[in-house]
């Protein structure tokens, strides 16, 4: 997320009366079996040098077998407020791949200056979730190859300000309508996807600008929707009339590996790229897809986030409007933003399939999807978050049952459709006993089927019209869901809630129990200032009730231990608002990242290295707001030990995006947006741009800042974190 983005992630538009959370429920009776073994939130973790006892050098052999870490292996780095990438004694980061890099022999290098074109064949902007595909030394897809791969990574958006992103412009470009189209066009190009090869020496990694397997997805690449809402009347373009094409994929956020292979991603703040003018809600008097419009942000009237419709008549800028303009929707651009929202499916190893948008998994500010790990037998589950305030948490339960053999299947997107096309979605409904309910959102459930709240006509309309369906059946409104993770060795599901600054003493609830002031500086903060982590134990994985408790609060080291900091954060660990979150396959050890403006007055964002518990290890605690009382359920105390920060990163950016090899001994991760308070006025004056990373780190041509991917080593070859 961007500073532009913090806008649409500050989108407010659940106005339901949904429950914060089921408050009929007595807290005192049922959280003795939760609860086991647990004295309130004060049990300390156990301090000590041991590692993964036994074999810290088998890797891969402890994140779901062998012997459990039981303690992080290096030193917590400071906050740091420098202008560089910081990273623990004994461990070296290397930036290896930045926005504007050559993606096809023959590009030129990238001058930095705004004067680069040809971006569909060079790295994108603002690099988000990541995932790593192995290769052989053949070039082939390898699972334990670990000096080759590729980077199938999001990039999802770039720096601006006033319409414009300025950093990719000579002299930052047009910040106001109409937007020029060779300025659109860049903008349109350094959106989406890319995948890049990346080959180590033994000694250095580099990417692999010749590969015949990078590329590149734009904001324009067709790509083909799937799922209940293929053929939908409500997915009709002038392009696609029969509602099965559509064109790219926008504001990519989180990732996710599936069982079978492949690459998800999440589009999450689509609905700011598009316009419609103050008299569309009239044009559309009968329209139901008026309310549906609102509850997902875009009122008519409100200006798009980079004017992309103003910049001519060709249909690659008439799309972003989307209002009735014309007779019908076969005609103009009425549904295009329908088109976004979804989880996009891509397999990494071979460019010539187009992606496939997955309807099935519903439409939202999608983050990241992380799948269940999969049972012979039993069906795909895959959990997922819709970040804005007040927004839900969902899981995918398929049809199908997972045949182990489609761990290697002929072709990956033929498996994709097997498993996510078909399926049931539920919304997360969170009890005040620590307990919870998946809510179904599909036609087999009266509340949606009978709804007076939206028309629902088929689970077509509850894939478009996703919100709508989990306001209908009362879903619990969250702290701006996040990434997820799924626990290599318990399955418990965590979420990052990043903060809510709405979230007041009035609605404060047992899963979002804090609301409370923060200064930076002489500026007040308010709300959920800093974040949590919750984590769910579904009863089983396609189950419909779970347990809950909150893995950590978000804090800062001095805060008030009885109303924020809930967790005993320290200066080796206190942090503000999580955003990544991800579990190594090879360790178990679990990566938070953070994506903060609260805490940014002392530190830049961060990362990370938890090893946490399990839902019920640590206690019930009481919040107090005034009168009112919350009782909420908060893990075991992390320590040091348990919780300690490994990374911090230049300035003005976000860290996210995390993968490694198979063995553990190289982890990747993205600085996204470094620098992205700098004016645009200053777009030519290097000395008042906020960061010049990476170029002050010795990376590429220019000073402009740039998001850039970085390779973390330890230097004796050992496995990270440990
Ligand atoms: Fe792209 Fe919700 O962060
Ligand atoms: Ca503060
Ligand atoms: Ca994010």
């Given at each position: 997320?961007?500073?532009?983005?913090?806008?649409?992630?500050?989108?407010?538009?659940?106005?339901?009366?949904?429950?914060?959370?089921?408050?009929?429920?007595?807290?005192?009776?049922?959280?003795?079996?939760?609860?086991?073994?647990?004295?309130?939130?004060?049990?300390?973790?156990?301090?000590?040098?041991?590692?993964?006892?036994?074999?810290?050098?088998?890797?891969?052999?402890?994140?779901?077998?062998?012997?459990?870490?039981?303690?992080?292996?290096?030193?917590?780095?400071?906050?740091?407020?420098?202008?560089?990438?910081?990273?623990?004694?004994?461990?070296?980061?290397?930036?290896?791949?930045?926005?504007?890099?050559?993606?096809?022999?023959?590009?030129?290098?990238?001058?930095?200056?705004?004067?680069?074109?040809?971006?569909?064949?060079?790295?994108?902007?603002?690099?988000?979730?990541?995932?790593?595909?192995?290769?052989?030394?053949?070039?082939?897809?390898?699972?334990?190859?670990?000096?080759?791969?590729?980077?199938?990574?999001?990039?999802?958006?770039?720096?601006?300000?006033?319409?414009?992103?300025?950093?990719?412009?000579?002299?930052?470009?047009?910040?106001?309508?109409?937007?020029?189209?060779a300025e659109v066009d860049k903008e349109l190009a350094i959106h989406g996807l890319?995948?890049?090869?990346?080959?180590?020496?033994?000694?250095?990694?580099?990417?692999?600008?010749?590969?015949?397997?990078?590329?590149?997805?734009?904001?324009?690449?067709?790509?083909?929707?799937?799922?209940?809402?293929?053929?939908?009347?409500?997915?009709?373009?002038?392009?696609?009339?029969?509602?099965?094409?559509?064109?790219?994929?926008?504001?990519?956020?989180?990732?996710?590996?599936?069982?079978?292979?492949?690459?998800?991603?999440?589009?999450?703040?689509?609905?700011?790229?598009?316009?419609?003018?103050?008299?569309?809600?009239?044009?559309?008097?009968?329209?139901?897809?008026?309310?549906?419009?609102?509850?997902?942000?875009?009122?008519?009237?409100?200006?798009?986030?980079?004017?992309?419709?103003?910049?001519?008549?060709?249909?690659?800028?008439?799309?972003?409007?989307?209002?009735?303009?014309?007779?019908?929707?076969?005609?103009?651009?009425?549904?295009?933003?329908?088109?976004?929202?979804?989880?996009?499916?891509?397999?990494?190893?071979?460019?010539?399939?187009?992606?496939?948008?997955?309807?099935?998994?519903?439409?939202?500010?999608?983050?990241?999807?992380?799948?269940?790990?999969?049972?012979?037998?039993?069906?795909?589950?895959?959990?997922?978050?819709?970040?804005?305030?007040?927004?839900?948490?969902?899981?995918?339960?398929?049809?199908?049952?997972?045949?182990?053999?489609?761990?290697?299947?002929?072709?990956?997107?033929?498996?994709?459709?097997?498993?996510?096309?078909?399926?049931?979605?539920?919304?997360?409904?969170?009890?005040?006993?620590?307990?919870?309910?998946?809510?179904?959102l599909s036609m087999n459930n009266p509340v949606i089927a009978g709804s007076s709240?939206?028309?629902?006509?088929?689970?077509?309309?509850?894939?478009?019209?996703?919100?709508?369906?989990?306001?209908?059946?009362?879903?619990?409104?969250?702290?701006?869901?996040?990434?997820?993770?799924?626990?290599?060795?318990?399955?418990?599901?965590?979420?990052?809630?990043?903060?809510?600054?709405?979230?007041?003493?009035?609605?404060?609830?047992?899963?979002?129990?804090?609301?409370?002031?923060?200064?930076?500086?002489?500026?007040?903060?308010?709300?959920?200032?800093?974040?949590?982590?919750?984590?769910?134990?579904?009863?089983?994985?396609?189950?419909?009730?779970?347990?809950?408790?909150?893995?950590?609060?978000?804090?800062?080291?001095?805060?008030?231990?009885?109303?924020?900091?809930?967790?005993n954060l320290t200066d080796d660990n206190d942090m503000s608002a999580p955003d990544?979150?991800?579990?190594?396959?090879?360790?178990?050890?679990?990566?938070?990242?953070?994506?903060?403006?609260?805490?940014?007055?002392?530190?830049?964002?961060?990362?990370?290295?938890?090893?946490?518990?399990?839902?019920?290890?640590?206690?019930?605690?009481?919040?107090?707001?005034?009168?009112?009382?919350?009782?909420?359920?908060?893990?075991?105390?992390?320590?040091?030990?348990?919780?300690?920060?490994?990374?911090?990163?230049?300035?003005?950016?976000?860290?996210?995006?995390?993968?490694?090899?198979?063995?553990?001994?190289?982890?990747?991760?993205?600085?996204?947006?470094?620098?992205?308070?700098?004016?645009?006025?200053?777009?030519?004056?290097?000395?008042?741009?906020?960061?010049?990373?990476?170029?002050?780190?010795?990376?590429?041509?220019?000073?402009?800042?740039?998001?850039?991917?970085?390779?973390?080593?330890?230097?004796?070859?050992?496995?990270?974190?440990?």
């Amino acid at each position: 997320m961007s500073r532009a983005a913090d806008f649409f992630n500050e989108e407010d538009s659940n106005h339901t009366a949904n429950p914060q959370f089921d408050q009929v429920l007595d807290t005192r009776l049922s959280r003795r079996g939760l609860l086991r073994g647990a004295a309130g939130a004060a049990g300390a973790g156990v301090l000590g040098a041991s590692t993964l006892s036994g074999c810290a050098t088998a890797g891969g052999a402890s994140g779901t077998t062998g012997p459990a870490l039981t303690s992080l292996g290096f030193k917590p780095v400071a906050k740091s407020l420098a202008d560089k990438v910081v990273v623990p004694e004994g461990y070296t980061a290397q930036i290896i791949y930045a926005l504007g890099d050559p993606l096809a022999a023959g590009v030129p290098a990238f001058k930095n200056d705004g004067t680069d074109t040809a971006f569909e064949q060079r790295a994108g902007d603002h690099h988000d979730g990541m995932e790593w595909f192995g290769l052989d030394a053949s070039g082939k897809p390898s699972n334990s190859f670990n000096s080759r791969g590729l980077l199938a990574m999001n990039h999802e958006a770039t720096t601006d300000e006033k319409l414009s992103s300025f950093f990719i412009h000579a002299n930052g470009g047009t910040a106001s309508l109409p937007r020029p189209a060779a300025e659109v066009d860049k903008e349109l190009a350094i959106h989406g996807l890319s995948v890049v090869e990346v080959m180590s020496n033994g000694k250095q990694w580099t990417t692999q600008s010749g590969s015949a397997f990078n590329r590149r997805v734009t904001s324009m690449t067709p790509a083909t929707l799937h799922g209940p809402a293929r053929g939908s009347e409500h997915l009709v373009t002038k392009f696609s009339t029969d509602a099965t094409l559509c064109r790219g994929t926008l504001n990519n956020c989180g990732t996710g590996k599936t069982p079978w292979g492949s690459f998800v991603s999440g589009e999450e703040n689509w609905y700011g790229y598009f316009f419609r003018d103050a008299q569309d809600d009239d044009r559309r008097k009968k329209d139901k897809q008026v309310q549906a419009l609102k509850r997902y942000g875009r009122k008519a009237g409100e200006a798009s986030r980079h004017g992309w419709e103003s910049a001519g008549a060709q249909d690659q800028y008439v799309r972003w409007n989307n209002g009735a303009l014309a007779a019908s929707a076969k005609d103009d651009y009425r549904n295009e933003m329908n088109t976004f929202g979804y989880v996009v499916e891509m397999d990494p190893y071979d460019k010539s399939q187009p992606v496939r948008k997955r309807t099935g998994l519903g439409r939202f500010a999608h983050e990241s999807v992380a799948f269940a790990k999969p049972v012979a037998g039993q069906p795909i589950v895959a959990y997922m978050g819709d970040d804005a305030r007040g927004e839900y948490i969902y899981k995918f339960v398929s049809d199908a049952k997972w045949d182990p053999k489609d761990a290697s299947p002929a072709n990956r997107l033929a498996a994709g459709d097997k498993y996510l096309d078909k399926g049931t979605l539920f919304a997360a409904r969170f009890k005040g006993d620590g307990s919870g309910e998946w809510m179904e959102l599909s036609m087999n459930n009266p509340v949606i089927a009978g709804s007076s709240y939206f028309e629902f006509k088929s689970n077509a309309d509850v894939a478009i019209f996703t919100r709508l369906a989990a306001d209908a059946v009362g879903a619990t409104k969250m702290d701006r869901p996040e990434w997820n993770g799924v626990h290599p060795r318990t399955g418990e599901v965590y979420f990052t809630l990043t903060n809510n600054s709405n979230r007041s003493a009035a609605t404060a609830d047992a899963v979002n129990p804090r609301a409370y002031a923060d200064m930076k500086g002489s500026k007040e903060q308010k709300g959920n200032v800093n974040g949590h982590i919750v984590r769910l134990a579904d009863a089983s994985p396609a189950g419909s009730s779970f347990k809950w408790d909150i893995y950590v609060f978000g804090a800062e080291a001095g805060a008030d231990k009885s109303a924020v900091n809930l967790s005993n954060l320290t200066d080796d660990n206190d942090m503000s608002a999580p955003d990544g979150l991800v579990f190594s396959p090879a360790t178990g050890v679990c990566w938070i990242q953070t994506d903060d403006g609260a805490f940014t007055d002392k530190t830049n964002c961060m990362m990370l290295a938890a090893i946490p518990g399990k839902v019920g290890d640590g206690g019930a605690r009481t919040v107090k707001h005034g009168d009112k009382q919350v009782t909420t359920y908060v893990g075991k105390t992390p320590t040091p030990a348990t919780l300690a920060r490994f990374l911090v990163g230049p300035k003005g950016c976000e860290i996210t995006g995390w993968c490694e090899t198979p063995d553990g001994r190289a982890m990747f991760i993205n600085i996204q947006h470094p620098g992205e308070s700098t004016a645009m006025a200053d777009v030519n004056d290097p000395a008042k741009y906020q960061s010049q990373w990476p170029a002050n780190a010795g990376y590429g041509a220019g000073k402009r800042p740039r998001s850039a991917t970085i390779v973390i080593t330890k230097n004796d070859g050992g496995i990270l974190g440990t």
